[in-house]
């Protein structure tokens, strides 16, 4: 019965090294998203799984960001060269179906990731 | 056409009134229109959410009202507390509701004043 579960919960790093960043999904929901929230600011949808479809990656910033969903379950963000405006907290969601009522998006706590 | 307008962007209010949070979108194609509520250092959390066959929907001490022909929805949070301070998302999603297509607006810090 656990919600999403994020890992770690903060990292610290310096830049230009890499991280990756974990998501464990609620169990047997099909959809799963990463967004990045910045200090005070809204939700920037990152990317987007869905089954065994290709993911949406229309909301990476750039190349140095990708993210893969193995058996459809765990998902890794990785963020490669960190920069300073790598700066964030990064979210995860998860749903149980993709459309209307029902699809209400289950937030992980987040992880806060901060480039030295 | 993606974007959800979401005022203001903080609000102040005293324990006990009214805290009303407005959005606007553009996408007539938005088909769901969920308020996600965040505390500090948790992720978002569905508050309440409305679909656009309905002008109103209420929870409790939270209200949606929804207005098609105008493309805005507003939540209303009655009796307000303390324990509401908080960031609230409005949001708006359309049919296969995925990546893109589920859009946040950008947060509304509300403060309740004891």
């Known amino acids: 019965g656990a919600g999403v579960s994020q890992s770690p919960s903060n990292k610290v790093t310096e830049k230009g090294k890499d991280v990756e960043l974990r998501c464990d999904p609620i169990s047997g929901h099909t959809a799963l998203y990463w967004y990045r929230q910045s200090l005070g600011q809204g939700l920037e949808f990152l990317i987007y799984?869905?089954?065994?479809?290709?993911?949406?990656k229309s909301g990476l910033p750039s190349d140095r960001f990708s993210a893969e969903r193995t058996g459809g379950s765990v998902s890794t963000l990785t963020i490669q060269r960190t920069q300073q405006e790598d700066s964030a907290v990064y979210l995860c969601?998860?749903?149980?179906?993709?459309?209307?009522?029902?699809?209400?998006?289950?937030f992980g706590p987040g992880t806060r990731l901060t480039v030295l | 056409q993606q974007q959800v307008k979401q005022s203001p962007q903080s609000l102040i209010v005293q324990k006990g009134g009214i805290s009303i949070i407005n959005c606007a979108y553009e996408n007539t194609a938005f088909d769901y229109f969920p308020w996600y509520q965040q505390f500090p250092g948790k992720g978002p959390a569905l508050l309440i959410a409305i679909r656009p066959d309905v002008s109103e929907k209420k929870e409790g001490r939270f209200t949606i009202s929804f207005n098609k022909s105008a493309k805005q929805f507003s939540l209303h949070i009655m009796d307000s507390q303390p324990g509401d301070s908080a960031t609230y998302f409005c949001a708006a999603s359309m049919g296969d509701n995925y990546g893109q297509n589920f859009v946040f607006g950008p947060g509304t810090r509300l403060s309740v004043l004891p």
């Open positions: 969601a998860s749903s149980p179906r993709t459309s209307g009522i029902g699809s209400e998006q289950f």
């Open positions: 799984f869905q089954g065994n479809s290709a993911p949406d």
